[in-house]
């Protein structure tokens, strides 16, 4: 996966990203086991910048992406 620097801070993010929005809100509801397997596979191809928001629940984008990258 090629990645991209982000300003100058030195913050090195994936070239292609996983938006969240879905997961949560706006499409029907969110299917939690489904979205946390979307998420472990994007970070098997080499995703680390997720993009969520907090008026995307609130905080049910964060809180799910933090149970998919736990540990």
Known sequence: MKT???GRS???VSALG??????SEFYGPGDDVESIATIHRAIELGVIFFDTADVY???KNEELV??????
């Not at 996983?18 to 997961?23: E, I, R």
């Not at 933090?66 to 540990?71: D, F, H, T, V």
């Open 4 to 6: 991209r620097s982000l």
């Open 10 to 12: 030195g913050l090195t």
């Open 57 to 59: 629940g609130p905080f």
């Open 66 to 71: 933090g149970r998919a990258i736990k540990g």
């Open 18 to 23: 996983l938006g969240c929005m879905s997961m």
